[in-house]
């Protein structure tokens, strides 16, 4: 980390040494307008190190709770002891400050699963930092055989066959790395696959796009993607552009109301709570045999 970012201490161990939830960034200021002004440039980075086995119901807990995404890291260690790290970060505002209560609860109930092995640190980093920290961990990423996610910023050698899909998330979820995301690319690529072209898919929650731009890479004709989020949608449109995608998607703001279309393939890839909000829709947009892809829920929800 550049040493220009203010930094609070690291802590680990238990949750209880843990003092996110009090910095001072969150405390009464006289000066209104000043304490809006740094909360407003300045964003936590949580790290926690937890076992394999709780990574997808942490990483999913994260991202509900506000985390644009979640950077997902496997850490050296003997088998006996596997771990990896996850890395969310949250604008530091009293948004956040009234999430505290409830990311700290959780934590400390899925820590108990392998205290052994779990910590956690933080600290407050400015805006462009948070930036270039995202940057530098989002690294190529091959999915199946044939499809691999990259960042703009990164070099690639790409090989024959390979599709190469250009991802710059920026304030949208849909990098890659988060395990539902690369669920819904690969049966995506095997949807298209064993189907018959011409097919017609619409991306609810597109976010960053990345779905919709596979689909187009993978022999889709016509995508329809919306998102409630015109700051995802103006993000996807610039992927879009990014992997030279001129036609074929069309980006909408908004909801599942008011449309009549049916689909060969729906791709949902939403947190529980949005997905069951949409799943009624769902059923009424597909094609007479056609393919639902959702990802999102958790074994047992």
């Not at 300045?42 to 394999?52: C, F, G, N, Q, S």
Request: glycine share 8%; charged share 25%.
């Amino acid at each position: 980390m550049p040493h220009d970012c203010k930094q609070c201490d690291f802590l680990s161990g238990t949750l209880e040494s843990l003092d996110i939830w009090n910095m001072p960034a969150f405390r009464p200021s006289t000066n209104l307008e000043m304490t809006q002004k740094f909360m407003a440039k300045t964003w936590v980075e949580l790290a926690v190190e937890i076992h394999p086995s709780l990574v997808e119901a942490v990483s999913s807990f994260l991202i509900e709770q506000g985390s644009p995404g979640v950077i997902q890291e496997e850490l050296p260690g003997p088998a006996h002891r596997l771990k990896e790290r996850l890395i969310a970060y949250f604008r530091n505002d009293r948004g956040f400050r009234a999430k505290g209560g409830e990311i700290r609860s959780f934590l400390r109930s899925v820590s108990q699963l392998h205290p052994g092995i779990f910590s956690i640190h933080h600290r407050v980093i400015k805006e462009e930092k948070w930036a270039e920290n995202w940057k530098s961990n989002f690294k190529p990423l091959r999915i199946t055989p044939r499809l691999v996610v990259k960042p703009p910023w990164e070099e690639y050698d790409r090989q024959k066959g390979e599709l190469v899909i250009e991802i710059d998330p920026g304030m949208a979820f849909g990098t890659g790395t988060h395990s539902s995301t690369q669920m819904c690319l690969r049966a995506l690529e095997e949807v298209v696959r064993s189907s018959s072209p011409p097919l017609s898919m619409l991306d609810v929650g597109t976010g960053s796009g990345i779905l919709s731009i596979a689909a187009r890479k993978l022999g889709v004709t016509q995508v329809l993607a919306v998102d409630i989020d015109p700051v995802a949608i103006d993000c996807a449109r610039k992927n879009a552009a990014i992997n030279k995608i001129d036609r074929g998607i069309d980006f909408r703001v908004g909801s599942l109301d008011g449309l009549r279309r049916k689909f060969d393939i729906l791709a949902a890839n939403l947190l529980p709570r949005e997905l069951l909000q949409v799943a009624p829709f769902l059923p009424k947009r597909m094609s007479s045999g056609g393919n639902l892809i959702n990802s999102g829920l958790l074994r047992g929800q």
